[in-house]
């Protein structure tokens, strides 16, 4: 389940370089373009540390809550920002959302959280 772990906070390292590369890749408002680089460094940061403290997942999570709340609040430039924002929110919660490690069916070892 290690091997699972690492490929899941993986993904939210990857989201998280994709949000922080996309703030450089096209024209952002000031705001928005703030917000989409923090919001992936931030996202990077917990999902390394997840790799370590699985509980810092929920701190992706978190920030997956507030990307996708902001996408739609922060006055932007263009629709596409907007998109791609609360798309990567959404995979974002969702990856830090799943459990890390399943109980085995009589084991008295208790899910990870």
Same mark, same amino acid.
């Given at each position: 389940m290690e091997h +699972?772990?690492? *490929? &899941? +906070?993986?993904i939210n390292i990857a989201l998280g370089i994709w949000l922080l590369i996309? *703030? !450089?890749l096209w024209r952002h408002g000031r705001d928005? !373009? /703030?917000?989409t680089w923090v919001v992936g460094a931030l996202c990077v940061a917990f999902a390394l540390i997840a790799l370590w403290v699985p509980r810092a997942r929920y701190a992706t999570a978190i920030l997956a809550v507030w990307l996708f709340v902001s996408a739609w609040t922060i006055p932007a430039l263009l629709m596409a920002t907007?998109?791609?924002? *609360? &798309?990567?929110a959404v995979g974002i919660l969702v990856v830090s959302l &799943? *459990? /890390?490690?399943v109980a085995v069916r009589g084991s008295r070892a208790a899910r990870r959280v």
């Open positions: +699972r772990m690492a *490929a &899941l +906070r993986g996309s *703030a !450089f928005e !373009f /703030t917000n907007v998109w791609n924002n *609360a &798309l990567v &799943l *459990a /890390t490690d």
